[in-house]
Antibody
Framework: EVVLVESGGGLVQPGGSLRLSCAASGFMFENYEMNWVRQAPAKGLQWVSYISPSGDTMHHTDPVKGRFTVSRDNAKKSLFLQMDSLRVEDTAVYYC?????????????WGQGTVVIVSS | QAVLTQPPSVSGASGQSVTISCIGNSSTIGARYEVHWYQHVPGTAPRLLIYGNIYRPSGVPDRFSGSKSGASASLAITGLQTDDEADFYCQSYDSSLRTWVFGGGTKLTVL
């Protein structure tokens, strides 16, 4: 079974840091592009970060540029999101999602999400 | 404000049909970028419902169908069932923002 499981969320003060992890199983993780997507309370989905299969290409949405860094460890089948200088507006459920290999940009597998709360 | 515009809510009686619209512009859907649709029950993993404007992944019932015309797209659901209740999101790419974008989401209520 193809599964993604996020972890690492929690409560952090503004200005603090968190590192999210996403463990993949059931597929050849090293062959897939991966994304992080978030959903703030009572808001819709927002794309956060992208990483290529080899990890040499990364993109981040403007509000997190310079603060968040996406990375991956293909040997451990894991995706990461290092979040620094966290702001109240980063409060959200964070999902890791796999990009389909048969449909450009479609996210065909999602995790259940991990909750990040930034509050003093 | 989301780049792709969806109605906040739609509703329909069990067994009936509904359509959810997703309006983009010349930098998104109108630029011929593909549209994908997701079903999301809060607290669970979102599910890919339609990809490439019109295609259904394996396991998605044919009660769900997608279409695209110009700078907008639509998701149609026929034979509504109570477990269809969820939030539905469209997704595409924005060439001016150079980012993937989602609609604001549409909450489906089955009466």
């Amino acid at each position: 079974e193809v599964v993604l499981v996020e972890s690492g969320g929690g409560l952090v003060q503004p200005g603090g840091s968190l590192r999210l992890s996403c463990a993949a199983s059931g597929f050849m993780f090293e062959n897939y592009e991966m994304n992080w997507v978030r959903q703030a309370p009572a808001k819709g989905l927002q794309w956060v970060s992208y990483i290529s299969p080899s990890g040499d290409t990364m993109h981040h949405t403007d509000p997190v540029k310079g603060r968040f860094t996406v990375s991956r460890d293909n040997a451990k089948k894991s995706l990461f999101l290092q979040m620094d200088s966290l702001r109240v507006e980063d409060t959200a459920v964070y999902y890791c999602a796999r990009i389909s290999r048969i449909a450009d940009d479609a996210l065909d597998i999602w995790g259940q999400g991990t909750v990040v709360i930034v509050s003093s | 404000q989301a780049v792709l515009t969806q109605p906040p809510s739609v509703s329909g009686a069990s067994g009936q049909s509904v359509t959810i619209s997703c309006i983009g512009n010349s930098s998104t859907i109108g630029a011929r970028y593909e549209v994908h649709w997701y079903q999301h029950v809060p607290g669970t993993a979102p599910r890919l419902l339609i990809y490439g404007n019109i295609y259904r992944p394996s396991g998605v019932p044919d009660r769900f169908s997608g279409s695209k015309s110009g700078a907008s797209a639509s998701l149609a659901i026929t034979g509504l069932q109570t477990d269809d209740e969820a939030d539905f999101y469209c997704q595409s790419y924005d060439s001016s923002l150079r980012t993937w974008v989602f609609g604001g989401g549409t909450k489906l209520t089955v009466l």
